[in-house]
């Protein structure tokens, strides 16, 4: 998990500071040289390191901290602050203002990820009910187009190609169609390199100067650490760039250049990837990322991750099944389903305030479990999957073969789902009394 390094540092050392009544300049100055020696780990740029603490330990000695009631919390506060506005202080939305078609450009290095992230961004504008159109204009890698067309196809988006035609001449003629084909935004997935050339600058300097991009996104890779600040650098040089795509922000980077990109390049993070799937595509809230970073939780970003999966319509008709106690395990298996698909469970706990990666450290968090749980229910019968109690021995035995699940698994199940049928009993108890008072709401389960 990405920052998890880092987060156990700065909670260690930050636990260190609120832990005391009062403050002295000799804490303070502790606390400053761990922090430093945690950023320059994560690998984050040495000049904006430097800068950062200096910027923290000035205000850590002022008046306001010193004198509070609390110096530990207003030191947290301030280093929260200061960690926000390192990343860019607020997310930074995609500028598509103006006539259409917009005329977004994807540049960056091989392997970045690039091809991918256009058709991500393809689908993300498509949910915002857009008509996004991709381009193809990498005509040197070998199945290049065709890795397009794949992604294209999966997320359901038109992809415009001229085969091996010059990349500038396909970039215009793409424009020109999605004017006359109502498509608004048209994704430029251009040429990459394993190294920054001449060639491959000039290429991208002309498409540039062909259709006048509202915006240009550079894609890195999170886990090249500094080189992709370097990267990043080089870039806006050339074609000044008016964003960052980061991905595999899931992984196991550092977060060195999340950190660092910013105050180097002074251009801001747009997205980040966070998964393989074409919808693990976030915007970058820098308050939110500072905040899991400091161990305070995401609850914002777990909203919406929730907000995506369930549907009013969904939560209402739930509630109906556990109120006439109809609830039954092919509802089970959709909630589990919501879940799986909002993302791995140990990042989603760790957008619950007060948790952080140390605890999930002694914690056995093992995804596939709702792989076993998926493969137990649908190997079961409609009538089973109705009613589980006419589950015998033979039966489970059936199941326990058919799913290839130790017949235990299937056993703590079936107890837990019997178990969880009991507390919607108690719950839907609770209904209208003599007062008229209303079920209330079941949350999520």
Do not use: C
Not at 88 to 102: C, I, Q, R, V, Y
Not at 202 to 207: G, P, V
Not at 273 to 301: C, Y
């Amino acid at each position: 998990m990405v920052f998890e390094g880092l987060s156990e540092r700065l909670q260690e050392t930050l636990g260190k500071l609120t832990g005391k009544g009062k403050l002295s300049e000799k804490d303070i100055d502790a606390a400053m040289r761990e922090i430093r020696l945690s950023l320059l780990e994560a690998d984050v740029n040495y000049k904006v390191v430097k800068d950062f603490v200096k910027t923290i330990k000035e205000r850590s000695l002022g008046q306001d901290v010193m004198t509070s009631l609390s110096p530990g919390q207003m030191v947290v506060k301030i280093v929260n602050e200061e960690l926000t506005a390192l990343m860019g202080k607020e997310n930074s939305k995609l500028d598509l203002k103006g006539s259409t078609p917009h005329m977004v450009m994807m540049v960056g290095l091989q392997g970045s990820g690039k091809t991918t992230h256009s058709g991500k961004l393809a689908l993300k504008l498509k949910k915002e009910n857009r008509n996004p159109m991709l381009t193809a204009l990498d005509i040197y890698r070998p199945a290049a187009i065709e890795q397009l067309k794949v992604v294209g196809k999966t997320a359901g988006v038109e992809v415009f190609d001229k085969d091996k035609q010059d990349p500038v001449k396909t970039a215009r003629e793409a424009k020109d169609y999605a004017r006359l084909n109502n498509h608004d935004v048209v994704i430029l997935d251009t040429a990459g390199r394993l190294q920054i050339d001449t060639d491959l600058m000039d290429e991208l300097k002309n498409i540039k100067e062909a259709v006048n991009p509202d915006e240009i996104l550079l894609v890195v890779d999170a886990m090249t650490g500094q080189e992709a600040v370097n990267v990043a650098k080089t870039f806006d040089d050339y074609l000044d760039i008016t964003g960052v795509v980061l991905t595999k922000l899931d992984g196991d980077a550092r977060g060195g250049a999340a950190l660092s990109i910013r105050q180097v390049v002074g251009k801001p993070i747009k997205f980040i990837g966070v998964g393989e799937k074409l919808e693990d595509l976030e915007p970058f809230h820098p308050d939110r990322m500072a905040n899991r970073i400091l161990g305070m939780g995401d609850v914002l970003s777990l909203i919406e991750k929730a907000e995506k999966e369930l549907s009013i319509e969904n939560a209402k008709e739930l509630e109906r099944k556990m109120r006439e106690q109809t609830y039954t395990l092919d509802d089970f298996m959709e909630q589990v389903q919501q879940i799986r698909n909002m993302g791995p469970l140990e990042d989603l706990l760790a957008m619950i305030p007060g948790v952080n990666s140390k605890m999930l450290k002694g914690v056995d968090i093992d995804d596939r479990g709702f792989v076993r749980i998926e493969a137990l229910i649908s190997s079961m019968t409609k009538e089973e999957r109705e009613k589980p109690e006419i589950i015998g021995k033979s039966r489970k035995e059936r199941i326990a073969k058919g799913s290839g699940v130790d017949i235990k698994e299937l056993n703590k199940l079936l107890k837990q789902f019997k178990e969880l049928k009991k507390m919607m009993k108690k719950m839907t108890g609770m209904k209208a009394n003599k007062r008229g008072r209303k079920l209330p709401k079941m949350p999520f389960f």
